[in-house]
């Protein structure tokens, strides 16, 4: 079946620097999406990326969807302590468009 | 705009006691619904999901059940709890290309 892999598993950064994290996919997908879970909450949809190459921002966080329909990453620039949580992509192939596949998330942890 | 809505926000059951956990969402029509579990610190597993009324795919067999008895209602159901259910429940929907979660339940199972 479909597989993501998303990187790195974990980030410990200082307040103020930039992170980036990414997934790679086997197959090709017509939509990515990241989103941002909290400790006990359900995960926020922070971008969503219909087309290829396409370039979305949000506030200090942007994404993108690979030109080659296999991969994503996602931007946030001058981190501050809000930003820690858990950052997952997710992906709809073509096949199975019914059901998005999850990386296995980006542990973010900001130190002040 | 869309709001979903899980209830209860936590429980605890004991093992094989039954489960009903609900999910409803407002401002759409004809979603496409989502069941998912986390365990702690992990990803998402889909469990089961609804593309209309009645129609129900489950992805994972287990001992677990869900119900779509309304348009914007979908029900996970066991009859007899077991310790590894356990977990984060998730409920999503979905009327495009994007989906949106849910607040979650927090199931412990003793």
């Known amino acids: 079946g479909q597989q993501l892999n998303q990187s790195p598993q974990s980030m410990f950064i200082q307040e103020g620097e930039d992170v980036s994290m990414n997934c790679t996919s086997s197959s090709i997908f017509n939509t990515w999406l990241w989103y941002k879970q909290d400790p006990g909450e359900g995960p926020v949809l922070l971008i969503a990326?219909?087309?290829?190459?396409e370039l979305t921002s949000n506030g200090r966080l942007t994404a993108q969807f690979g030109i080659t329909r296999k991969d994503s990453f996602l931007n946030i620039s001058a981190s501050i302590p809000s930003d820690v949580g858990i950052y997952f992509c997710?992906?709809?192939?073509?096949?199975?468009?019914?059901?998005?596949?999850f990386g296995q998330g980006t542990r973010l942890t900001i130190n002040p | 705009s869309q709001t979903i809505h899980q209830w209860p926000a936590t429980l605890v059951q004991p093992v094989g006691s039954p489960l009903s956990l609900e999910c409803t969402v407002e401002g759409t029509s004809n979603p496409n619904l989502y069941w998912y579990r986390q365990a702690a610190g992990r990803g998402l597993q889909l469990l089961f999901y609804s593309v209309g009324i009645g129609q129900i795919s489950s992805e994972v067999p287990q001992n677990l059940s869900a119900s779509r008895p309304q348009d914007r209602q979908f029900i996970l159901s066991s009859k007899k709890l077991l310790l590894s259910d356990s977990g984060f429940y998730l409920c999503?929907?979905?009327?495009?290309?994007?989906?949106?979660f849910g607040p979650g339940t927090r199931l412990t199972v003793l």
């Open positions: 990326l219909y087309k290829a190459g």
């Open positions: 997710a992906g709809r192939g073509i096949q199975g468009a019914q059901k998005l596949v």
């Open positions: 999503a929907w979905s009327a495009g290309r994007s989906e949106y």
